[in-house]
């Protein structure tokens, strides 16, 4: 009996494969709507050149409560997956009556397009450290200025082992490219945008936080605005002190425990936020407004002061 089957759960890798050509993205739980079944599906990527054709995968998933639910082995075959290309989203390797809470994953062995049988369980398992979640308006910005559909939540970030893209993705240096393979954006590009937004950030923040000044005729900015290719050290601490980690992993490397998808905020949530913040002393604000108008004020008492001196010339003279 064919039937839908939703999303119910999902969590990225917590770790990659050092080495390996193919790596171990995300695992996903889908509910069937007529039988309630849970469906665990393993998403893989091929990083290597080579175009693979089958691959052997050893599994174990666990319930909430960390028992053993199922471990076997399963194997992907007729594929025709090149570099950079994603797999085994749409086969369940495992369908369950109850909750799944966890599934640990193990590579076996490979299959290339000439029949070549490659192993992968001499290649170890390295754990990442958790992207740094960027702050909701940040984030919000970063998505209108590059475009696209994907939700880009995460600081891109350069690492040894390789690279965190803004919608989450890890791209190992084993495969070599600057292009995220599931959101479509440029690395670099996103770096430089991520950049010029907390440089405008910073600059907003420091002309609030100056008085107003008189730009006389001729007069020529001697630092003209820059191409930015990374982050600075000083926006990296800025960023740093906003983020925080997304989705921290409390398990082992060899357990990864399943996150259901974020949902966002009702609209009557997000209204009462709205009102919280509204009602709420803005310090920055008090501030600017006190400059703002502080000079006029000032002018009138001088106003007053020298109209009061006047008169009592002119009166007691």
Not at 172 to 192: K, Y
Request: glycine content about 6%.
């Amino acid at each position: 009996m064919e039937q839908n089957f939703d999303l119910i759960a999902q969590s990225r890798a917590n770790y990659y494969t050092k080495g390996s050509p193919v790596q171990f993205v995300r695992v996903e739980l889908l509910k069937g709507e007529e039988t309630g079944e849970i469906a665990v599906c393993l998403t893989f990527k091929n990083v290597a050149p080579e175009v693979i054709s089958g691959l052997a995968v050893n599994f174990r998933c666990k319930n909430p409560a960390g028992e053993v639910l199922c471990e076997a082995q399963y194997r992907y075959e007729g594929l025709y997956t090149a570099q950079g290309e994603l797999f085994g989203a749409d086969d369940a390797v495992y369908v369950s009556d109850g909750p799944v809470g966890s599934v640990d994953v193990e590579l076996s062995q490979m299959w290339l397009e000439d029949g070549t049988c490659v192993p992968l369980d001499q290649y170890k398992r390295v754990r990442l450290p958790a992207p740094k979640a960027l702050p909701q308006e940040l984030a919000r910005r970063l998505k209108q200025k590059v475009g696209g559909d994907a939700d880009l939540k995460v600081a891109p970030q350069m690492m040894e082992s390789g690279w965190y893209c803004a919608c989450g993705a890890f791209h190992p240096t084993e495969e070599g490219c600057v292009w995220c393979s599931e959101c479509g954006n440029d690395r670099i590009l996103l770096q430089n945008a991520l950049s010029n937004l907390l440089q405008q950030s910073h600059s907003q923040a420091a002309a609030a936080d100056e008085p107003t000044r008189v730009v006389t005729p001729g007069f020529r900015d001697e630092n003209p605005t820059r191409v930015v290719t990374d982050l600075t050290e000083e926006q990296r601490e800025a960023l740093a002190r906003k983020a925080a980690p997304a989705a921290a992993d409390e398990e082992d490397d060899s357990d990864m425990k399943i996150a259901p998808p974020r949902k966002a905020p009702a609209p009557q949530e997000v209204m009462e936020s709205d009102a919280e913040e509204d009602e709420a002393e803005d310090p920055d604000e008090t501030a600017r407004a006190i400059i703002r108008w502080a000079p006029p004020i000032t002018l009138v008492l001088c106003a007053i002061i020298a109209l009061v001196g006047y008169l009592w010339v002119k009166l007691f003279a």
